[in-house]
């Protein structure tokens, strides 16, 4: 079966401080991944969406960066943190074809002090 | 395109009653529909998803949908609330062919379950 991990589950940083996140999931091949953003008490922001090594698409202009160094790997980066930043982060993948429902990880939830 | 209207911020209902959560949804195409479930500090699970099969369509911990072309909707049920249902609860919209933009998440809809 399929599984989706994501680490660190939750994470404290300073402002200006440098962030990575990692994704990687597990049972299958080729899957497209996604990176969420959760604010308090709101629904899912898409941020960056990916269909295979190297290719990302970006939602929304922002302080964040993604990379898939692999195909079942999926990093989110900040090279210097905002206040604004902080967040619920959430990865997922889906099976490549119609109307497939995405799988989620357990998110990371991030904070900046 | 495409939206996802949940129209309850919040509901409230005592265990072993049901429960009933409301989605409308406006599609150009005919869309897939799902409904996840998150728990506090959790990832999304997906408790359900139809795909122009049957239009009632049955997911896990007893819950179901039905979905219904005429009113727009695909309204979630469960016939007894138990504690552990308590949660934040999406609907889903996915149009039938892949993009970018292939999920549109409607605002989310909070169960309380009282004892």
């Known amino acids: 079966s399929q599984t989706i991990h994501q680490w660190p589950a939750t994470l404290v940083q300073p402002v200006g401080s440098p962030l990575s996140l990692e994704c990687t999931v597990e049972g299958t091949s080729n899957p497209n991944l996604y990176w969420y953003r959760q604010a308090a008490g709101r629904g899912l922001q898409l941020l960056f969406y990916?269909?295979?090594?190297?290719?990302i698409s970006s939602e929304v202009p922002q302080n964040l960066s993604a990379s898939r160094p692999q195909d079942r790997q999926f990093i989110l980066s900040s090279k210097k943190l905002l206040l604004s930043d902080s967040g619920f982060y959430l990865c997922?993948?889906?099976?490549?074809?119609?109307?497939?429902?995405?799988?989620f990880g357990d998110g990371t939830r991030l904070s900046i002090l | 395109a495409q939206s996802v209207t949940q129209l309850d911020s919040h509901v409230s209902v005592s265990e072993g009653t049901p429960v009933l959560l409301r989605c409308n949804y406006s599609s150009s195409y005919s869309p897939s529909l799902f409904w996840y479930v998150q728990h506090p500090n959790k990832g999304l699970q997906l408790l359900l998803k139809y795909t122009s099969a049957a239009t009632l369509v049955k997911g896990i911990n007893g819950f179901e949908a039905e979905f219904k072309k005429s009113e727009t909707s695909f309204h979630l049920t469960k016939p007894s609330a138990h504690m552990s249902d308590a949660a934040e609860y999406f609907c889903v919209v996915s149009p039938p062919y892949t993009g970018r933009r292939a999920l549109t998440f409607g605002s989310g809809t909070r169960l309380q379950v009282q004892p």
């Open positions: 997922a993948w889906s099976v490549r074809g119609q109307g497939q429902p995405q799988h």
């Open positions: 990916s269909v295979g090594i190297g290719q």
